[in-house]
């Protein structure tokens, strides 16, 4: 780990009951970086990206976020990190169903204690930069996969996020959208400086990252040079 | 755009709010009843007391038994919030995503449940002063009332409210934390419940020997009272493992495949089953005990008005408490299925006749209720009304024949309940649960 670090996973073991998930994971993620992790169905690469956010504590090994370690932290102060330093996106999107899509993307400001008003102006300009304004006053049931991968994405970046982490965030989208959401999600971490780590089995996807981390059957190997 | 902790604490629902105010009017009426019985004084009592309150001797017992009633109550209470259990944790976990915080996701909860809990809690003292009406009064005839009218809870009346709310605001935590920890484990398996019920039904154990073994009538009565607390305490904290060990024992022999569906549920979520289980054991317990009294005041020639009032109003309160367990229990049976219905859906699909699903609502009801019922109902039927109590033959046969009826009772309360929410079980196994976003 260097100065230049922004995140350094190492060693990491984590097992659900008696099923091992990771057996010896360890990453490193630069500022501004891109990083594919790939591997098959029940790898371990979810169970990755949760540690990484400080979701969930491994059983063995460390994270740590410039320099903080997660097991320092109690699971109140994780929080607060992940919700001031990072964007996480998953699968099916994760919109609280009750709220709309503008007080969606505004909960990570309210809960930052950022005023309501310039919480929402804040939400509606990054519904507008993903192309779904017009939604801000639906509910996430009325709206389409794509459209709440999108809700999604402006959710993790409203706070201005140095790290997004993203698990198939296309997993549950047709090829067009899934096309069009990572384009979006590239364009959009991009702007904002972040670095992005995407844990994906889509060849596709992988390719368009700077670098290529491998999960088989809970360990990592580096796989492809740097883009 | 409307404030956050608004929104999330409405999303609860009306009809979850009003059970807990429900519930908690109850337990607060029947606390303010208990607290107005305690505070008799031991000398001439200016009204006529049903025989167990109006004696000092027996009173400690009647509060004791009032307290227990209000039980069912807290049960049910703890049973509301498990309904849409599956919906808290996919808006938990999406508010975690968003980035609440666990502490936020518990004071969300609190107040979710606090609020419903306070107004119930001081709607309780409408429900003291309805008791009072219904079981007070020259109406009572030689019986004699249950609730004191000259004695009321006094100052006693705002811990009791606050004590009431502040559970309802715990218990609302609680739900909160265990759904924002169910997010974080859902890929995962749950920890099984562990035995630590043995430890307060050893503390049982120890101070009924302290009971039994004389000292004076003081330490004597506390003795008692505070084992009858821990046994209850105990067998409600030992419930779980017990029903998940027998599901997974009942799982060994073949099983008609309703069984294996009922019983595998419970063995992955013992909770709600332990709890109505141990619930449905009191019941069956307090109601075979109550026949083998009637039994005994019965053949003793001269029955005591009062006594055989006191059993019935016991009676009377068990089987409420009976249909309000065996209900919720069903209740949250059906909704784990609707939480479930695309996997639900999927094997009907695939074959498995909707009439299965159906009955493994019955299945899972009676497999988590019968096997602590029937204890229950031994030990407060032949075992209580003969051996302790002593009596002959036509007793014995009495008291067996009140035992095998409660146990009926049981299963007919379990069976009538699953068939009125068979059609939200049906509804699980429609086909239009395959389809996908």
Not at chain 2, 242 to 247: C, M, P, T, Y
Not at chain 2, 261 to 280: E, K, Q, S, V
Not at chain 2, 293 to 304: C, E, M
Request: hydrophobic share 50%; net charge positive; aromatic share 4%.
């Amino acid at each position: 780990m260097n100065s230049t670090t922004l995140l350094h996973a190492t060693g990491l073991q984590k097992s659900f009951g008696r099923t091992p998930a990771l057996r010896g994971a360890s990453l490193t993620v630069g500022p501004r970086e891109r990083v594919a992790v790939r591997g098959r169905s029940g790898s371990g690469k979810s169970t990755l990206l949760l540690c990484l956010a400080g979701v969930l504590l491994p059983d063995a090994g460390g994270v740590t976020y410039l320099g903080r370690r997660y097991d320092a932290m109690t699971a109140d102060e994780r929080a607060r990190l992940r919700r001031r330093e990072m964007g996480l996106v998953l699968q099916h999107g994760q919109l609280v169903p009750e709220l709309t899509v503008l007080e969606n993307v505004a909960l990570p400001l309210l809960l930052e204690k950022v005023e309501r008003s310039s919480a929402a102006l804040l939400a509606h300009e990054w519904l507008a930069r993903l192309g779904v304004a017009e939604l801000a006053d639906a509910r996430p049931a009325e709206i389409s996969g794509g459209q709440a991968q999108r809700a999604a994405i402006a959710r993790a970046l409203v706070t201005g996020p140095q790290l997004v982490l993203a698990d198939e965030p296309t997993g549950s989208l047709d090829t067009v959208g899934a096309d069009e959401v990572m384009a979006v999600l590239l364009e959009a971490t991009r702007s904002c400086d972040a670095a992005l780590v995407v844990v994906t089995h889509d060849n596709r996807v992988a390719a368009r990252m700077d670098r290529e981390v491998s999960v088989e059957d809970g360990s990592t190997e580096p796989a492809g040079a740097l883009r | 755009m409307r404030p956050l902790w608004l929104v999330v604490v409405r999303t609860g629902g009306i009809g979850r709010a009003a059970t807990v105010a429900v519930c908690t009017a109850f337990t607060s009426g029947l606390l303010l009843v208990a607290v107005s019985v305690l505070r008799l004084g031991s000398g001439s009592i200016p009204e006529r007391l049903l025989a167990p309150i109006a004696d000092p001797g027996t009173r400690g017992g009647a509060v004791l038994g009032i307290v227990l009633a209000a039980l069912p109550f807290l049960l049910l209470l703890d049973q509301s919030l498990r309904l849409g259990a599956g919906e808290r944790e996919r808006r938990f976990g999406a508010l975690a995503v968003g980035g609440a915080a666990p502490a936020d996701l518990r004071r969300w909860g609190a107040i979710e449940v606090g609020v419903p809990a306070a107004v119930g809690a001081v709607g309780g003292l409408l429900v003291h002063g309805g008791l009072r009406l219904l079981l007070s009064g020259p109406h009572m005839g030689r019986v004699g009332s249950v609730v004191p009218e000259q004695t009321g809870p006094g100052w006693w009346t705002v811990p009791v409210l606050l004590t009431v709310a502040a559970y309802g605001a715990w218990a609302g935590r609680r739900a909160a934390a265990r759904a924002a920890d169910s997010w974080l484990v859902s890929r995962g398996l749950r920890r099984p419940p562990r035995p630590w019920g043995f430890i307060p039904l050893a503390g049982a154990l120890v101070l009924a020997l302290v009971s039994f073994g004389g000292g004076g009538r003081t330490v004597t009565t506390a003795a008692l009272l505070a084992a009858i607390v821990l046994l209850v305490v105990g067998a409600a904290s030992l419930a779980p493992w017990l029903v998940r060990r027998s599901a997974l024992r009942a799982l060994h022999r073949p099983r008609h495949p309703a069984a294996v569906l009922g019983l595998r549920r419970i063995a992955a979520d013992p909770g709600p089953a332990a709890r109505a289980g141990a619930a449905t054991g009191a019941v069956a317990l307090a109601l075979a005990t109550v026949l083998s009294l009637v039994v005994d005041t019965r053949s003793s020639g001269d029955p005591d008005v009062g006594l055989v009032a006191s059993l019935v109003t016991v009676g009377l309160v068990a089987g409420v408490a009976l249909l309000l367990v065996c209900g919720s229990l069903v209740v949250h049976a059906v909704e784990v299925l609707t939480d479930r219905r695309r996997s639900v859906a999927a094997i009907v699909a695939g074959g498995v006749p909707a009439s299965v699903v159906r009955r493994s609502v019955r299945a899972e009801a009676l497999a988590a209720t019968l096997p602590l019922a029937v204890p229950g109902a031994l030990l407060g039927g032949p075992v209580y009304g003969w051996l302790l109590a002593g009596g002959g033959l036509v007793e014995l046969l009495l008291v067996t024949v009140g035992a095998a009826a409660v146990v009926a009772l049981v299963a007919l309360a379990v069976v009538l309940a699953a068939r009125l929410v068979g059609p939200l079980a049906d509804a699980a196994t429609d086909p239009v649960n395959l389809r996908t976003a």
